[in-house]
């Protein structure tokens, strides 16, 4: 993986350090440790003139929450300071800051070129959404370096990545098809939900914009929504003015909980992967699995370029059952230590199935289309102790292994619904 950077002390701090302090080293209202919540829709002037040089940017200040807030401002230089760019804007949501950015910057008659294996909601604005706006858009095979080039080639004004993806955890080499967009003259996006701050930095790498759903591993709590978009002064002013006009702000208090969410991500992220790759050693193991995805393990079809781009592999592992969805309902309901839920990036473990997670706006025609299986099962791996929740998967496994051999005899009675055996 790749060296940490050279530290100098107080001048160059650490990740750890950074989460905690970044975009704070300021003086808070009434000496406050924790940036205040200010919940006020709108600031009042006496100045009329000054009111007018801040509404138009001339001075610093705050005129109406849809345009800025204090507290959302916070959140904004935090991940300006995380991902080493000169601008932030936060929204209302992870798809809000995606969507936000792609009508920031696309117009009728451009095309983009991405990949099959981006997040299903992203997937429908590039399926169902730009073609109406009048973009055309090419989907590559991820793994085909070659074919994503050469559809860049052919003309192209927007690149979008991302790496790892969701939930086939497939890596993307981020220099390589940068450096063959930056040939055509396009702008290159990347979504760097799954790999933090912490794991990568994708405008280190040349791209123009991150992207980072912040109801995942920044906020880490499971308790609320947001997104926010990094990159240059020039590209971030185009994006703040789309999302002050369209309204999809960040309020407050959700800003509020990702800053105080943020402040854990090194302490969260340590234990997280290291579980994570305990997981997917096991399952890797596991006579029920077909296979499984983590780019921490060498067998990965792009375990070298992770390691290149990559400080480390992330908290997410998904593996696909044997038998398909009947396997997967059966199997969930028994682990003990997680949620069946449609999030990640939590405190605790979360499992579930693409097809009501990462893929529940896709049709199954569609999910196949894109090579999601019925029986792909993404891992959010949560804090708790390693140990637990290898215990808790193969106790699952076990029962499933019984299951499926007592339904195959002959004249066998279908098992009982296993939620009723489990204690919680």
């Known amino acids: 993986m790749n060296k940490k950077p050279e530290r100098t002390g107080l001048e160059n701090p650490g990740t750890a350090t950074r989460v905690v302090w970044g975009g704070e080293q300021v003086r808070h209202p009434y000496n406050a440790t924790q940036p205040p919540i200010v919940a006020s829709a709108a600031y009042g002037y006496d100045d009329i003139d000054q009111w007018y040089d801040v509404a138009l940017g001339k001075a610093p200040g705050f005129i109406y929450s849809r345009m800025s807030n204090p507290t959302v401002q916070t959140l904004e230089a935090k991940l300006q300071d995380l991902e080493n760019a000169e601008s932030a804007v936060a929204f209302s949501s992870g798809m809000a800051a995606i969507s936000g950015v792609l009508y920031s910057f696309l117009r009728h008659g451009q095309r983009v070129v991405s990949t099959k294996d981006s997040y299903g909601g992203t997937n429908k ?3 169902e959404f730009l073609p109406r706006m009048g973009v055309a858009v090419t989907l ?5 370096q070659q074919q994503i080039e050469a559809e860049i080639a052919k003309g192209c004004d927007l690149l979008y990545l991302e790496t790892p993806t969701n939930p086939t955890l497939k890596i993307v080499d981020i220099q390589r098809l940068v450096a063959a967009a930056k040939q055509v ?13 912490l794991n990568q ?8 914009v991150v992207i980072h759903s912040a109801t995942k591993f920044l906020s880490g709590h499971g308790d609320v929504l947001g997104g926010v978009a990094c990159g240059s002064e ?10 002050e006009i369209n309204g999809a702000s960040l309020d407050p208090f959700s800003a509020y909980l990702i800053i105080r969410g943020i402040k854990t991500l090194a302490l969260r992220m340590r234990q997280q992967q290291h579980s994570a790759a305990q997981l997917a050693q096991f399952l890797l193991n596991e006579p029920l699995v077909e296979a499984v995805n983590y780019p921490g393990l060498p067998n990965h079809p792009n375990h070298a370029v992770a390691c290149a781009q990559m400080r480390g592999f992330g908290a997410i592992v998904s593996f696909v059952l044997v038998g398909g969805m009947d396997s997967v309902k059966q199997l969930l309901p028994r682990l003990r230590y997680a949620h069946c839920a449609g999030n990640l990036g ?12 990462s893929h529940v706006e896709n049709t199954l025609e569609e999910r196949q289309a894109l090579g999601i299986s019925e029986g792909l099962v993404r891992i959010s791996v949560g804090i708790e102790d390693t140990d637990d929740l290898l215990a808790d998967l193969q106790q699952a496994f076990a029962w499933l292994r019984q299951s499926l051999k ?9 098992s009982q619904d296993p939620r009723a055996e489990v204690a919680h």
């Not at 590559?140 to 085909?144: I, L, Q, R, Y």
């Not at 939590?346 to 997670?357: L, M, N, Q």
């Not at 007592?406 to 279908?414: H, K, L, R, V």
């Open 125 to 127: 604005i590039f399926e």
């Open 140 to 144: 590559c095979e991820t793994f085909d």
């Open 185 to 197: 003259g396009a702008q290159v996006v990347a979504d760097n939900t799954f790999a933090t701050p």
């Open 201 to 208: 930095n994708p405008l280190a790498l040349g791209v123009d």
């Open 234 to 243: 020039a590209l971030m002013s185009q994006v703040r003015h789309y999302r």
């Open 346 to 357: 939590a405190v605790e473990t979360i499992y579930g199935p693409a097809r009501t997670t």
């Open 406 to 414: 007592q339904n195959a005899a002959p004249g066998a009675i279908p």
